[in-house]
């Protein structure tokens, strides 16, 4: 395999000695950034964006012709698995993510099967294309959403904030939310190992909603999936287990027990102190986090002292990869992006001497 020309971001994964801290942003290719608005215009829909691979590769591209990130990620979008199943997946101006077909009773939760990996080759056309259009500068991190995650969309049939019907789902029929979970585990498991197979050089499983469980519900419910997804990766092109992200919103309560999944590194939202974090999980994983997207709307100067004070809280020593603690709003000047990327790559280098 080609030596990437940039591989911090890998080392940070694995907490081996890097030069500075690495950073890349959730969503950094995205409405923020009006050549994205302007390619996403040209594609007419977001899934007809996401199904085409030379312009989901186009605005993969994007971010990293503006700013000097240390990582790009797969452009797709957690619920392509169950629109692959049938869900029938469209996304509304204003709305956020909609299914025609939720699932709404009793058979249709047990008819659901994993989907034909047929209809998400379009994903793993993207990812190929992107690799190849990196030219091993930078490594690519393929994604998926979490099991509970996925349910809880899938179940609600839209966005909330709640999912009041999926999380009660749980407690009257836990084992019709087990049959959902086990089946997103399989689809989840077999489609990033069609990432893998396509050339993702890191895996983020994105938990979004399972720091909406209760603390006895989120193991159950949530980890112990994610752990099964974990066991079931293949290796990646060199051979050896590619490293691994797990990012669970709100999930502060449980970093112990997450540290212990195998996951290479746990991503952090702004609620939780890294510097606490690092203290609780030790050396077993690398954090990733944390700065409040909102810090984004401020000063210069206000994002520079906000850098700073989460690279101070992490300390010294590797394994930490600046992130925020959720994806980038759609309203945030790229000026104040640039802003943030500079003076995580310019304060960092200290903590690394």
């Given at each position: 395999?080609?030596?990437?020309?940039?591989?911090?971001?890998?080392?940070?994964?694995?907490?081996?000695?890097?030069?500075?801290?690495?950073?890349?942003?959730?969503?950094?290719?995205?409405?923020?950034?009006?050549?994205?608005?302007?390619?996403?215009?040209?594609?007419?829909?977001?899934?007809?964006?996401?199904?085409?691979?030379?312009?989901?590769?186009?605005?993969?591209?994007?971010?990293?012709?503006?700013?000097?990130?240390?990582?790009?990620?797969?452009?797709?979008?957690?619920?392509?698995?169950?629109?692959?199943?049938?869900?029938?997946?469209?996304?509304?101006?204003?709305?956020?993510?909609?299914?025609?077909?939720?699932?709404?009773?009793?058979?249709?939760?047990?008819?659901?099967?994993?989907?034909?990996?047929?209809?998400?080759?379009?994903?793993?056309?993207?990812?190929?294309?992107?690799?190849?259009?990196?030219?091993?500068?930078?490594?690519?991190?393929?994604?998926?959403?979490?099991?509970?995650?996925?349910?809880?969309?899938?179940?609600?049939?839209?966005?909330?904030?709640?999912?009041?019907?999926?999380?009660?789902?749980?407690?009257?029929?836990?084992?019709?939310?087990?049959?959902?979970?086990?089946?997103?585990?399989?689809?989840?498991?077999?489609?990033?190992?069609?990432?893998?197979?396509?050339?993702?050089?890191?895996?983020?499983?994105?938990?979004?909603?399972?720091?909406?469980?209760?603390?006895?519900?989120?193991?159950?419910?949530?980890?112990?999936?994610?752990?099964?997804?974990?066991?079931?990766?293949?290796?990646?092109?060199?051979?050896?287990?590619?490293?691994?992200?797990?990012?669970?919103?709100?999930?502060?309560?449980?970093?112990?027990?997450?540290?212990?999944?195998?996951?290479?590194?746990?991503?952090?939202?702004?609620?939780?102190?890294?510097?606490?974090?690092?203290?609780?999980?030790g050396e077993k994983v690398a954090l990733q986090g944390n700065l409040d997207p909102m810090a984004l709307f401020s000063s210069s100067t206000v994002i520079e002292a906000q850098v700073s004070e989460i690279l101070a809280d992490f300390g010294f020593g590797n394994g930490h990869i600046f992130n925020l603690g959720?994806?980038?709003?759609?309203n945030t000047p790229p000026e104040n992006a640039a802003v943030l990327i500079d003076a995580v790559h310019r304060l960092s280098i200290p903590y690394h001497l």
């Amino acid at each position: 395999m080609p030596k990437l020309l940039n591989d911090v971001f890998l080392k940070a994964l694995n907490r081996e000695p890097v030069p500075y801290t690495p950073v890349w942003m959730m969503r950094q290719a995205g409405r923020y950034l009006p050549e994205y608005n302007a390619t996403r215009s040209r594609a007419g829909s977001f899934m007809t964006l996401c199904k085409s691979h030379d312009l989901a590769t186009e605005v993969t591209l994007q971010p990293l012709e503006r700013f000097p990130l240390d990582a790009a990620i797969l452009f797709s979008d957690i619920l392509t698995i169950p629109d692959a199943m049938g869900l029938g997946l469209s996304f509304i101006e204003g709305e956020g993510p909609r299914f025609a077909h939720p699932l709404q009773d009793e058979s249709a939760i047990l008819s659901i099967r994993a989907p034909d990996p047929n209809n998400l080759n379009y994903v793993m056309e993207t990812a190929s294309s992107i690799r190849r259009a990196l030219n091993n500068k930078i490594p690519l991190i393929g994604f998926s959403g979490s099991p509970f995650t996925l349910a809880c969309y899938m179940i609600e049939g839209h966005g909330n904030t709640d999912f009041a019907i999926a999380r009660s789902l749980l407690y009257r029929r836990p084992d019709l939310m087990h049959h959902l979970l086990q089946v997103n585990t399989q689809a989840i498991t077999e489609y990033l190992n069609g990432q893998i197979s396509s050339g993702v050089q890191s895996i983020m499983i994105f938990d979004t909603w399972g720091g909406l469980l209760s603390d006895s519900n989120y193991l159950p419910f949530s980890l112990n999936y994610i752990q099964n997804i974990i066991n079931g990766l293949n290796p990646g092109e060199d051979g050896i287990k590619i490293p691994t992200i797990l990012y669970t919103k709100g999930g502060g309560n449980w970093l112990e027990a997450m540290s212990l999944t195998g996951v290479n590194c746990l991503g952090l939202d702004w609620s939780t102190s890294i510097h606490k974090a690092r203290l609780r999980v030790g050396e077993k994983v690398a954090l990733q986090g944390n700065l409040d997207p909102m810090a984004l709307f401020s000063s210069s100067t206000v994002i520079e002292a906000q850098v700073s004070e989460i690279l101070a809280d992490f300390g010294f020593g590797n394994g930490h990869i600046f992130n925020l603690g959720h994806g980038i709003d759609r309203n945030t000047p790229p000026e104040n992006a640039a802003v943030l990327i500079d003076a995580v790559h310019r304060l960092s280098i200290p903590y690394h001497l």
